[in-house]
């Protein structure tokens, strides 16, 4: 964790009718340990600085794994039908949806950061920013969907259908773009933005 010494000495700002502060031994621009060296920061900075710093270190801190937000780490398979309904935003992170259909929901700006999505049905559906990095995707349908500036991983080499699916800005690795550029049901314009 940073210490908000570190971050408002780390970004001084020089000028005139400065705020003298010392550099501690924690920041990396000292010149050897143990010595000070003088900063500054002008009054006007100084205060819109740590206030912006201090507001960043008392921000609750949530888990990479999703932080238990609506529907992380839960098994949805036993209500599987999630389909033509909005989702926006919303955490699915390491969520069991086996099989789930999503057809035609809205969903973006969703996360599903290592969820396991096989069999499921996302046609006709609006993943627009959606994040669906280390999922595991084998027979997931695509069809027709909207993934634009969505982040994929390799697991959407797996996906039963990619008919008519705009991938417009999206984020996918490098070996899988390769192996999604091979597949022959790329070629379909999608019915709602027209790539």
Known sequence: MFSAS?????????GTEAI???FTSACPHTPSAGTSTPSTLRPAAALPLSLAFSSLLSAPALAVSGGGLDFANLDITSSPDFSSKSFVKKDFSQVIAKGT???GSVLTGSRFYKAYLVNADFSYSDLTGVSLEDTSMDNVNLKQSVAKGAYFSASLKDVESVAGA???DA????KTRVAMCMRD???????????
Do not use: H, M, Y
Request: proline share 6%; hydrophobic share 40%; aromatic share 12%.
């Open 6 to 14: 570190w971050l408002l000495l780390c970004f001084a700002i020089s």
């Open 166 to 168: 705009d991938f417009s």
């Open 101 to 103: 259909s999503f057809k």
């Open 171 to 174: 984020s996918i690795p490098d």
């Open 20 to 22: 003298r502060l010392p």
């Open 185 to 195: 049901d790329l070629g379909e314009k999608n019915e709602k933005t027209g790539v």
